[in-house]
């Protein structure tokens, strides 16, 4: 059934179809109960398969684009499933750090949280490091999210973590994205308490022994 | 050589680039607005150049392309990954030959990031990158051939109808 709905949506994703996406999310989630599994195993491997697409020039940057622009709002339209009636008292800040565009990843993330009750304050792309901080200093989360599609921002990313550890060096923080896929495991070593989270099952493994640990 | 032994090579001889220090690393990523707008420069006063970008249309492109060489270089710089490295290197080779991107494009290229590096940079520094950049141009046609293997392999494999 996976495989089925995997082709469709992407069919819908290339061709601007939002209707017949919608159509296609509205009805998995009905039957499977579960949004993860779809972000997980129909979103997320189209999404990888259009970015693929793009990279042989099969399909254009609009094209991409438009992919991209079709899934965010699907999910959107998925909202009622997420937000969980049962509050807990947690917040987590999370967002793809500056110049970082790819946010589809960590609203997914962020959306695993709200599941669980928590209070996500969702950035989205692109963020300033400056800003981040303020925010951060602003909301006091129990926890703050970065993610990091892109290599070549390591180093912004490094830079974001060091100042991040002056002003609150004990507060954990959850990292992940397609940059972690080859590298930068030896960069979260060398910091106190950066967990690295590479999908949405140790996402939710996470949460339960971060909420084990830090009951309210 | 199969595919998977051709990139293990290359993975392996990446290794052996000496890891670079932090000061270099600075050098090299505070220069790069300089050093990025010198190398458009001397690429676009080539007379070959649109053979080399493949055509009009991909001169844009290729000016992102010297803009995201720069900052990937500098993140290796900083943190040497020898797997991110040859990876990288083959995801832009694919991504720019499907484009029509010349394998020569890269030959220029590169030949001219030596120049600008030792116009912008310190002789210390210089001498610290160069090995980098004898690696990639070493095997630009290592390079040239996975990712045109893939190419093939990969249009016949989508179709859009």
């Given amino acids: 059934m996976d495989n089925n709905d995997k082709e469709k949506f992407l069919e819908a994703l290339l061709k601007g179809d939002r209707k017949g996406g919608s159509a296609i999310a509205k009805k998995y989630v009905e039957s499977h109960s579960d949004i993860k599994n779809f972000y997980e195993n129909i979103i997320k491997p189209s999404l990888y398969k259009v970015g693929e697409m793009w990279e042989y020039n099969i399909i254009s940057v609009a094209a991409e684009h438009l992919a ?6 699907i999910m959107n339209e998925l909202y009622e499933h997420v937000i969980s009636e049962n509050r807990s008292p947690y917040k987590i800040v999370l967002g793809c750090i500056e110049k970082e565009q790819h946010q589809v990843g960590v609203k997914m993330i962020a959306d695993v949280f709200e599941m669980h009750g928590w209070d996500a304050f969702f950035l989205g792309a692109n963020t300033p490091n400056a800003d981040f ?23 912004s990313f490094e830079e974001l973590i060091k100042n991040v550890r002056n002003e609150f060096p004990n507060k954990p923080i959850i990292v992940g994205g397609q940059a972690f896929t080859h590298g930068g495991e030896e960069l979260i070593r060398a910091h106190y308490n950066i967990i690295l989270l590479r999908n949405l099952s140790e996402t939710e493994q996470y949460i339960k022994h971060f909420e084990d640990e830090h009951k309210r | 050589m199969n595919t998977k032994d051709k990139k293990i090579r290359l993975i392996q001889t990446a290794k052996e680039i000496q890891p670079f220090t932090n000061e270099t690393f600075e050098e090299y990523q505070l220069k790069i607005p300089e050093m990025v707008n010198s190398l458009n420069q001397l690429m676009l006063n080539r007379d070959d150049i649109l053979e080399l970008a493949g055509s009009s249309k991909n001169i844009e492109m290729m000016k992102d392309n010297h803009s995201n060489h720069a900052y990937f270089i500098a993140s290796i710089l900083k943190n040497f990954d020898a797997e991110v490295l040859v990876d990288t ?18 030959a220029a290229q590169l030949n001219t990031w030596r120049k600008v590096i030792k116009e912008h940079l310190s002789t210390e520094n210089t001498q610290k990158i160069v090995p980098l950049y004898n690696w990639m141009q070493i095997n630009i046609p290592a390079f040239t051939e996975l990712s045109d293997e893939k190419i093939l392999k990969n249009k016949s494999k989508h179709k859009i109808n």
């Fill in chain 1, 68 to 73: 991209t622009a079709v899934s965010e709002s």
């Fill in chain 2, 89 to 106: 290197i083959l995801w832009v080779f694919r991504a720019y030959r499907s484009r029509q991107f010349h394998p020569n494009y890269w």
């Fill in chain 1, 133 to 155: 901080i303020d925010y951060i200093r602003e909301i006091e989360p129990d926890l703050i999210g970065l993610s990091l599609s892109i290599y070549s921002h390591m180093p």
